[in-house]
């Protein structure tokens, strides 16, 4: 959430700075009913002050005996108009309130405008590989090697499933273990996270209520519906020390959690798309950092450092890419995407989001650290990157390291989880 006191001192530079994510908005009403409940909180001090007065003029009127029946009249009439400023002063605060709430983030002033024809690749590692003979997809890859079944995840899920089986299940896992023991040796706490969460968590991460209809809901009234499959475990640990106050001792607070992650909508459909390049569900391990405001620039540098040296291990190549500022997603005010090379595709493929929230999540879900220095509250900033997500970096190894006669190498840092150096079919 954008802090308030940014747009009534400078509205329109924080016009300009959405326009950037090519959010158009008009914050001429917005001020104006910010005016109006300035007003009435006033008018109503005042209502109360006077009011206090006279009904201190009532005992003591009874006491000498004199009629205070035109006092408690006029008392009564400003306790009328008291509760009619209050309900006008609730209305306003609920509609200044969901305006605020569906404000993105703002970005950070380096990103360049527009959408993702203004994104900019700043790194790559490692070469696309040569083959010498006509390389397979990663589906045929994973069909004919029996590591995968597309038919029956679709038979018990429905389009957009699959079922890993045999050397995939033991792949799948082996890179699960595989970012869970690296952040483990890098000091984060390793954390198993609920995968129902509630509608405030939905609220906190700024997902909510924007996109709320992007998530599966156990209500089918998703307005109204108290809890949902969280799509990411971002969503929960950017939440867990919601309305806590911090010790700027403890921090920065460095989480790693694994979840599968349900995701509503599985895209496009395209066939260079199928298979595990988009479904509504797939597995992730997530990294989220809690800092001090003038901290989150190095933490982030940290995170998209960590989710590369992943990637890099699994020997993969990959590019990094800084996303224009439209291409960030609405909470976040800057974003860099690790993206897989898929040969098939002839395309990279996201399998990281570093992001830095700043304070937009903090604010919502009411997270604050005392300041040693100065002894006030202040809001910490989030950070979040994908360490990794395996539904399209089990893909690009099927194809990047497949092998003339159909079968694929194993990267080196998996096979102690696998068990073996190549799946044969």
């Not at 002050?49 to 009904?55: C, G, Q």
């Not at 809001?379 to 089990?394: E, K, M, P, Q």
């Amino acid at each position: 959430m954008i802090d308030i006191n940014l747009i009534r001192e400078n509205p329109e530079e924080i016009k300009q700075k959405l326009a950037k994510k090519l959010y158009e908005v008009d914050f001429t009403d917005f001020l104006e009913k910010d005016k109006l409940r300035k007003s009435l909180r006033y008018e109503n001090d005042s209502l109360k002050s006077e009011r206090n007065k006279t009904s201190a003029l009532v005992p003591q009127l009874k006491k000498e005996g004199k009629d205070a029946t035109e006092i408690i009249e006029n008392m009564k009439k400003l306790g009328d108009k008291i509760k009619e400023n209050d309900d006008k002063i609730d209305e306003i605060e609920k509609e200044l309130q969901y305006f605020l709430d569906c404000l993105p983030n703002l970005p950070a002033d380096d990103l360049l405008p527009g959408g993702k024809e203004n994104n900019k690749e700043i790194a790559s590692w490692g070469e696309k590989p040569n083959f010498n003979f006509e390389p397979k997809n990663h589906v045929d890859l994973a069909e004919s090697l029996g590591m995968i079944d597309y038919k029956r995840g679709a038979k018990l899920g429905g389009n957009g499933f699959w079922v890993y089986r045999h050397d995939g299940a033991k792949l799948e896992w082996a890179l699960i273990n595989y970012f869970i023991e690296t952040h483990l040796k890098d000091g984060y706490e390793f954390v198993l996270l609920p995968h129902l969460l509630t509608r405030k968590c939905g609220y906190g991460a700024g997902q909510f209520p924007k996109f709320a209809d992007d998530v599966y809901h156990l209500d089918a009234d998703s307005e109204n519906s108290t809890h949902f499959l969280l799509p990411t475990a971002e969503t929960a640990l950017v939440n867990m020390h919601s309305d806590e106050i911090l010790e700027e001792e403890d921090l920065p607070i460095k989480y790693a959690g694994y979840t599968p992650c349900y995701r509503k909508e599985a895209g496009s459909y395209r066939a260079e798309e199928r298979g595990m390049i988009r479904g509504h569900q797939f597995n992730k391990v997530e990294m989220v950092q809690y800092t001090k405001p003038e901290d989150s620039p190095k933490a982030f540098e940290e995170l998209l450092n960590k989710a590369s040296k992943l990637v890099e291990g699994l020997g993969l190549h990959y590019r990094i890419s800084k996303l224009a500022a439209a291409d960030c997603s609405h909470a976040m005010a800057r974003t860099c995407d690790i993206e897989v090379w898929i040969p098939s595709m002839n395309d990279y493929k996201e399998v990281s989001s570093v992001s830095n929230a700043n304070d937009y999540q903090a604010r919502r879900n009411n997270t604050r650290y005392r300041n040693k220095e100065t002894g006030k509250l202040e809001y910490v900033h989030t950070l979040n990157g994908s360490g990794l997500a395996t539904s399209r970096i089990l893909p690009a190894i099927l194809e990047q390291y497949q092998q003339a006669d159909g079968s694929v190498v194993v990267p080196e840092v998996l096979r102690k989880w696998v068990g073996k150096d190549i799946i044969k079919g």
